[in-house]
Nanobody, 116 residues
Framework: QVQLVESGGGLVQPGGSLRLSCAAS????????MGWYRQAPGKQRELVAAITRGGSTNYADSVKGRFTISRDNAKNTMYLQMNSLKPEDTAVYYCSGDSFTGLRNWGQGTQVTVSS
C-alpha cells in the first residue's frame, strides 16, 4: 500500500507562485509514474503534469511554460512549482502514484485558490 500526502496549497494573487509537495510512504518501491491532477468545481479531474521514475515529464497544454514537475526519489517526494498563476488554475490539486502494474493511488488533495 502507498500513502500520498500533499501540502503547499493556499491562496495566491494572479501572477503569483506556489510550490506543491507530495510525500510518499509505504510500499514506495511500487511507484513508477507520479502525477498531479486538479479538479475545479463542476469540472472533471484533469491531468496537470506527470513524471516517470526516470524523470521523463509531460504537461497539460494549459500549464506548459508555467508549471514544473520534479521528483526526488531519495526523499520519496514529488513537487509542482507553479508560476504565473491564473484564476483558472483554481482547483483542488491531487497527487497520484502509479504502480508498475497500473494501480493508481491518490492523495487527499490540497486547495489552490488564485484570486485578487
Amino acid at each position: 500500500q502507498v500513502q500520498l500526502v500533499e501540502s503547499g496549497g493556499g491562496l495566491v494573487q494572479p501572477g503569483g507562485s506556489l510550490r506543491l509537495s507530495c510525500a510518499a510512504s509505504g510500499s514506495i518501491f511500487r511507484i513508477n509514474t507520479m502525477g498531479w491532477y486538479r479538479q475545479a468545481p463542476g469540472k472533471q479531474r484533469e491531468l496537470v503534469a506527470a513524471i516517470t521514475r526516470g524523470g521523463s515529464t509531460n504537461y497539460a497544454d494549459s500549464v506548459k511554460g508555467r508549471f514544473t514537475i520534479s521528483r526526488d526519489n531519495a526523499k520519496n517526494t514529488m513537487y509542482l512549482q507553479m508560476n504565473s498563476l491564473k484564476p483558472e488554475d483554481t482547483a483542488v490539486y491531487y497527487c497520484s502514484g502509479d504502480s508498475f502494474t497500473g494501480l493508481r493511488n491518490w492523495g487527499q488533495g490540497t486547495q489552490v485558490t488564485v484570486s485578487s
